[in-house]
Every structure is written in C-alpha cells, then in structure tokens.
C-alpha cells in the first residue's frame, strides 16, 4: 500500500512530466505548492520503493513500476471525475477536488464497475485524454 501522500506525489509526476519523461524536483515544489526539501525528501522514499529515478539536482523519472502505478491513480481520479459529473450533476470546475478525495479510497472493483457504467470514457470532464494529463 501506499499513502495518500505517495500517491499525490507520482499524480503530480505523471501529470507534469516533460516529454521525456522527465520533471525536475523544483517544478514538483510550484506544482503540490510545497518546499523543496520536501519534495526531496519524498523523491527519496519513492525511489527507495522502486518507484522513481532520483538523484540530486538531476531530473526525476518513474520505473516501470512506478510509472504503470501513477497510471493507475491517474485512472481512478478521471473515473471519478468523470462519475461525479456526469451522474451527481456536479458541475465540472468542482469535480477535480472532490475527486482528489475519493480516488485514494476506492476498491479497484468499484472503480472497475464505475468505468463500465459509463462506457469506458476517454475523456475527463475538462476534455483532457489519458494520454495528455
């Protein structure tokens, strides 16, 4: 398992990556709105759990691992989004925060389930693919 904290962290990766597969820490920091020495201090859990490629003042990318993970997360969290829009109603410009919330404690059965229900969408409610977060 990991926490909501790790997760949050390989989100934000994913996310912001440059087309090499790269981000550096400092753009980790701008994006979470945090310090640096707190991103590196989670970069350096992260790789100690195989799940990135750290090392100091050099860019960070994911392992295999690490990436078909942050893949998964990104999943959840357009599931979500995706479900409290179209089903609850809630209207788009809320649905990223409330999914935030609610990707981290769902069972991949639910999730799984969630998708089906709506025919494996590919697009969020913001128009933004898989392949563009």
């Known amino acids: 398992m990991y926490s ?3 997760e949050d962290y390989l989100g934000t990766i994913y996310r912001y990556r440059d087309d090499s597969g790269e981000i550096k820490a400092n ?3 701008d994006k979470m709105e945090i310090s640096n020495a707190a991103v590196t201090d989670m970069l350096k859990k992260l790789a100690k759990r ?3 490629f750290y090392a100091p003042y ?3 990318r994911f392992t295999k691992r690490g990436e078909e993970l942050a893949g998964q997360l990104i999943r959840r969290h357009r ?3 995706i479900f409290l829009h179209r089903i609850i109603g809630m209207p788009w410009e809320k649905v990223h925060d409330e999914a935030e919330r ?3 404690n769902a069972s991949d059965d639910l999730i799984n389930r969630m998708e089906e229900m709506l025919n494996f969408p590919e ?3 913001h128009g933004a693919s ?3 977060y």
């Open 4 to 6: 909501i904290s790790e």
């Open 27 to 29: 753009v980790i920091a």
């Open 50 to 52: 195989k799940l990135v």
């Open 58 to 60: 050099k860019p960070v």
């Open 79 to 81: 599931i979500w989004e």
């Open 102 to 104: 609610l990707e981290h």
């Open 123 to 125: 697009y969020d409610p």
């Open 130 to 132: 898989p392949e563009t």
